[in-house]
């Protein structure tokens, strides 16, 4: 389905405020070009209660549909919460939306690529090698920008404590790590493998049950 943007305008042809007299116009890109699909005019009113404006944005939720972009010049209150509430992601821009609908579309596909590329990102664990040794790599972390850190991977299983010793694969110890290692009183040793590649061995005196 063709990327939709719902932008709020005014009679000059420029976003205005959610809470001024206007029209919702839903743009559409085909084929690099942008051009408007559907419209509605729209308006708050000047009297109205809570009840009431939230009945005026579920008619403007439905009208939106699968349109899950909204662009005006001000969002505020209950009219941003309702958005929001819907799916809808809320931009405020100035001026004509040709101006920055190409802008719009290049950011949200960059977040949409960057929350694919976390959610398939499959973390690294420990792996238990003998009864209570345990193996983990964090090059990759370290190397690639994954979204995630080494702090993140390990520390919640050296705080847990349940090893005898912990091996861990990196290109740099990190400097946390070596706090840790003092925190939680433990011995370490640390062999060179390669370039780039140190071999990091944690152990302590006995496992926790």
């Known amino acids: 389905m063709p990327k939709e943007i719902a932008v709020y305008m005014g009679d000059n042809g420029e976003t205005t405020s959610l809470y001024q007299n206007g029209k919702v116009m839903v743009y559409q890109r085909n084929q690099g070009c942008w051009r408007v699909s559907r419209e509605r005019d729209f308006s708050l ?8 404006l939230r009945e005026i944005m579920d008619e403007l939720i439905e009208f939106l549909g699968h349109c899950k ?10 009219p941003y919460f309702v958005l929001e509430k ?35 990102t499959i973390l690294p664990t420990p792996v238990e090698t003998f009864s209570g040794c ?24 050296i705080r847990q404590g349940k090893f005898y010793s912990l091996e861990v694969l990196c290109n740099h110890v990190p400097p946390w790590l070596e ?4 925190l939680n009183q433990l011995e370490s040793r640390t062999e060179v493998i390669a370039r780039n590649e140190v071999k990091l061995v944690m152990t302590k005196k006995c496992c926790d049950s």
């Open 69 to 78: 972009t909204f662009v005006g010049l001000s969002i505020t209150g209950i």
């Open 134 to 157: 345990y193996r983990i790599s964090i090059k990759e972390i370290q190397e690639k920008n994954l979204g995630v850190s080494s702090k993140q991977v390990l520390l919640p299983f």
């Open 45 to 52: 009113g000047d009297n109205f209660n809570i009840k009431a």
């Open 86 to 120: 819907s799916g809808c992601s809320i931009w405020e821009f100035e001026g004509n939306p040709l101006d920055f609908l190409d802008y719009i579309l290049a950011k949200e596909e960059e977040e949409q690529r960057e929350n694919s590329q976390q959610n398939s």
């Open 179 to 182: 706090n840790e290692i003092l």
